[in-house]
Each structure stands twice: as structure tokens, then as C-alpha cells.
């Protein structure tokens, strides 16, 4: 109802009852206007996402557990150890409160296997038809080593470095679209959702060597190489047949016309690494339940300036664009 | 277009074109998936909030200018500096980029003027009818004092301590109000959106005395002072003729039906304060252009425990309940 979102009584119950409830932690509890905790040594990461994924189910995942993930694999990115998130709930007037303490329940699953804590919040509800059922914001903070050789840097990249992917590619995207179609008992595929720090946890440090990791989400591993080659004195080679799509991806891309390199992933990160580490690097990653598929899928080099050249598997090459339209929206 | 969002071209045009040439500063223009800055010495305060407003701009304010100055204060109400700010925004399919960069314009004077940076952000655009024009997420990070005897603490209020108001109560609220009746040429009444910390630096340390600051927004002075007193062993009395109510924004309360009380700020802030120290700090309020009406509205006592009680103008006494049902959704 309207009044959950007011400020009165009807939503400090449902604060009380619903997001204290399954987000329990002593930073939260204090109920105040924020929440507050020691600082720590080194730097601060800090970033941002909201969620407006459609449908709000979907197999693998759903909304709840997509917005933890996502933003702290965001954190992870930059090398940060996430520390903690906020939650934001724009909620639709006559949104079930079941189908909200699933997602609420799911968000606290997921905060529990990643090691953080959802210590501050906020609840908007909007009346019928002004919002499409739920949206979450979650906001997070990380911790960085304060000594600067250790952080990922992408201004470090050179030829030479080698281009990793943690697995598969694709598999949220068309999990999303299977169930926006009705397809999901149909079509097998699950989102690849996951909090990316346990998987990369340790392996920043050791063996080293990498220069940079992107969480290739909208726009997926294309766009993400597209960015970070753009206006730079080196190229990007990547090899079609090294890239990892499970067939149940690549059969339903073929079959609605898209490209697997352009679909969202949001349990995958692409990490520029030395290429005397790359191995080590994906030898570890390959030991993680999260990182089995990891592989080498091309490498930095001087030609083609600024440019992201794919080697195709029948031994042509094709320039590899930045997403121009709008392939997948609400994908996240 | 719906394309803005996709996390191709598109969105990497827009994000440069309007939030970095406005939010512009060194932080964020790193384009990294994080902002990365210094960590602080002392304590971190953390806090989010979305913004759902309508209409989206109003008398003395707008979505953008909201959605920076509600968070500022709720830092600020915890007795952090803020420090920085993220933002995401939803916006609705054909919502015009004019429109959109007054309101991102508007955010980046507000954070200019209060001193912070918005250092982080994300974009998602959902179809025509699935959002209301435009939501805005701010989350936002403060510095606090190490030192816990100048935080603010609300387990310190006890029998004597004063309560001071910054200013007049509701005018947010009816401004809003003003505007979605299309009565804002008529009825003359300014949102009184500012961020408090320019109002707030230096007395929270000097002359000392603060123990619990609560910005009164959704639910207003009335929800804000019930919780606070909630299954405590003291009560709070307040003196109707006390209460700096302008005398439009009470006209237009008595027309509507509304008690002011109840009724959203977004630049005021309620103050819990040491007896000996409330005259102090109600001078130096009055002297910032943002607390010339500042005025102690009453005092904490060892009756009525959990309850606020009100002394009417009239010479009466009424319990002040908490905001039970929804009287006005969407006002921030």
C-alpha cells in the first residue's frame, strides 16, 4: 500500500518486520539516518547500480539477488574488498508481500555467502501503474590496499597482456529473455548471478599481474573491451573459437538474432593480466567452482589502435563494435 | 530512448556528454566501475534514499536538487561531514534530455554549494509507462569524529533536554502539494530544500550540547519525535504556539485538511540539546540565513513516558500519534 512508504507507522512495521528481520546485522539495527562504522586503512571504493531487470524472477536469480551481486562485483572490479551495501526499494502500490520478502530473503542470501553486510535502507512505495512492480538501488563500499602497485590500473595495460574471461558468456542475458518469453521450462539456461569476490579473493594479490578487470553486464564483453580500447595506443585481438558460450546460449542467441559477445553476464569478469601470470591466473581461477570455464580469449597488441579485432572461427577478421542500439533492455 | 540504458554508444555518450561535463571533478571522471578515494581518519557514515517526487519540479526545487539535499541531511543528522555522493537515475522512455539536464544541473550547483562531489553513477531507461518520468537514487558517504562524545547519540536524550526546530515546519511538503493541484502560481509556498550541513558545520562541535539530530521529512516533526520516543523511559512535550508554521503553508493546510505536523521538511532539522546549551545554539541557528526562525518547540520530561504530548494553543493537551495512514505519497 501507499502508506508503507510514508514515514508513519505502516512502514517502520515493515522496515521492522520485513528488512530488519532478514538483513539483521549490528550497523543496521541502530535504525538511524545512517549507518556508521569505523574507517579503514588504505582507499575507499564506492559505487552505485540500480536494478530495473524484467521479469523480477528469472531462472538462476532475481531481482534481489541480481542487485547484490551486481554491485559487488562493481567493487570488485576495482580490485576492493566489498565492505558493506544500502538497499533502496521502489516498490509498485499492491506489489505482493510475499513475492517482496522472497527478493528481501534472497538479497540477505546472497550479502551472507559474499561475507557483507546491507546496513542502511530506504522504502518508496509509488501508486499503481507508476513503477513496473519493483526497482532496487544498492550502493556499496569497498576496501583497497593503500599501496598503489597492488590496485588494478588500466592505464597499466600493454601489448602483450593477455585478456581472460571467468566462464561462459551470455548466460544471464538470455536467462532473462527466456522467462520475459515464457520459455524458462522450456530453454535451459540459468543466470550466471554471483558475488565475483569469492571467486577473485586472493587472486589479485596472488600471483599478481593484473592490470585490470571489467564486470562485462549491459552491453556485455564487446562493449566492456570497446570501452577500455577506446582512444588507446594499443588494439585489442580476441579469438572466437577460444570464447567460452555454453550451447543452450548460443542456440537461443542464434534463434532471436543476437550476438552472445553483446549479452549481459553478471557473474564474469574479464581481467587484463601480465602475460607471464595469465596462466597461474587462470589455473586458479579454474580450481573455483565460480571460475571453471576460465580462459584466455585474446591478447592486447600494437596494431589496430583503439580497435577490438575478432579472429572468427572459420580464420577471417571482423572489427568488434561498441553496442550502438538497444539489444536487451531491462537486462539488469 | 530506451537504447540510453543499454550500456552501448548510446549511454557512453550520454553519461560523457551530460553527467561528466556537469558532475564534473576528478573522482568520477576515472570512469572506473568504482570511485576510489582516500579512506578517513575517525568513523564512516553511509546512507541512501530514493527520490519519487511529483511532479518532479516544484516550487523552490526539483527531483535532482531533492534527491542531493536529502541525503546531505541525513548525513548530516548523524553529525557527518559529507563527503560525497552516488547517483542513479531511472528514467522513462521519451522523458526529455532537457528536462533531464536542468535536473542534473540542478544536482551538480547543490552539491557545489554544499561542497560535495558526486563521484559515481548509473543510468537505466525503462519503457514508455513502466516509471513515472524520472526516480533518482543518492547514497552518500560522511566523515565523522572519532572522538564518541561529539557524535550525536540518541541513547544520551534524558528529562530537560531541549528541542529545537531549525525553522519553519512544512512548506516542502505544501509546495509539492501546490504544484501537483497546478496551484503554485496562486498559492505562495517554497520548498524549503537546502543542504544543512552549511546551516550545521561548526555548531555541532561548538558550542557542543547536541545529543540527537532527526531531519523530519516523510511523516514530518510529529513522526520523527514519536519514534524517537518510542518504548522510552521518558516523554516529549511540545507547545502548539511554539511552532514556526508559515502562515500560507497553514492556510493551505486548513484548506486541504492536513496538520502541518505531519506534513514533510527537507530543509529543517530537529534537535535534542543539552538544556544549558539550547540558548546557544538557537543564537547561533538564527544567525545562518537557513535558521533564522530556529526556536526551541519544546522539552523531554519524565512524563508520558513513550508518548509526545502537545500543549494546544489554546490551552489544551493532545497525544501526537506516529503517521498512520498515507497523507501524502510521493512528496520526496
Redesign the interface.
Known sequence: ???H????????NLIKDLFFNYFNNPLLNLA?????????????????????V?PIFFPGGDIGKLAVCGTI???V??G?QPY?L?????IEEGFPLNDLETIVSSMATEAAKAGIFI????T????K????KL?I?T??????PGDKTR?PN?ESIGAGDQIIITGCIGDHGMAVMAARNHLEGTINIQSDCAPLNLLLHGITENPGGIKCM??P????VA?SLC?LVKDKEFGITIHEDRIPVKPAVKGFCDMLGFDPLYV?NEGKMLIFANKEKSEDIVARLKSHPLGREACCIGEVNRENHGKVVMKTAIGGTRVV??????????IC
Open positions: 500500500m501507499l502508506s512508504g510514508s514515514g508513519g507507522s505502516m512502514m517502520h538511524n539516518d545512517s549507518a556508521i562504522f569505523p574507517s579503514f586503512k588504505g582507499l575507499t571504493a564506492f559505487t552505485t547500480d540500480s536494478f530495473v524484467d562485483n562493481d567493487l572490479a576495482v576492493a558493506c544500502s538497499a533502496g526499494f521502489i546496513v542502511t535502507g530506504d518508496k512505495v509509488v501508486e501503474g507508476k513503477c513496473d526497482f538501488n550502493s556499496g563500499i569497498g576496501v583497497l590496485q588500466p571489467r564486470d553486464t549491459r552491453g556485455g562493449s570501452e549481459a563494435g561498441m553496442l550502438s542500439g538497444d539489444q536487451l533492455p531491462r
